[in-house]
């Protein structure tokens, strides 16, 4: 079992910058891959960036590639996406997952434990 939680979101503007952190519990998590995932009104949740169980790969959306970094620090059980150059269109509920593998992957289905989520707001 893991448990997530997600803190660090809140209002900023076009151009700044946040950190998304996520605490894991649990004694699974340092042989988790992680994910960040993001979920806008009226869409569905998608893909932002994974991280490989011991750090050495890491995968991005192109949407977010070049502005966010995906990060764990395993010592302390936490991932987190370090948003930078912010648009409007990045502003969303975003959620950190964890699955039973050491692989990184880019498909929800494919994560097996969700945290509650954090809201971004990136105003123009």
């Known amino acids: 079992q893991v448990q997530l939680v997600e803190s660090g979101g809140g209002l900023v503007q076009a151009g700044g910058s946040l950190r998304l952190s996520c605490a894991a519990s649990?004694?699974?998590?340092?042989?988790?891959?992680m994910g960040w995932f993001r979920q806008a009104p009226g869409k569905e949740r998608e893909f932002v960036a994974t991280?490989?169980?011991?750090?050495?790969?890491?995968y991005y959306s192109d949407s977010v590639k070049g502005r966010f970094t995906i990060s764990r620090d395993n010592a302390k059980n936490t991932v987190r996406l370090q948003m930078s150059s912010l648009k409007p269109e990045d502003t969303a509920v975003y959620y950190c997952?964890?699955?039973?593998?050491?692989?990184?992957?880019?498909?929800?289905?494919?994560?097996?434990?969700w945290g509650q989520g954090t809201q971004v707001t990136v105003s123009s």
């Open positions: 649990g004694r699974t998590f340092t042989s988790a891959a």
């Open positions: 997952a964890a699955r039973v593998s050491r692989v990184p992957a880019t498909i929800a289905l494919d994560y097996d434990y």
């Open positions: 991280i490989s169980w011991a750090g050495a790969s890491t």
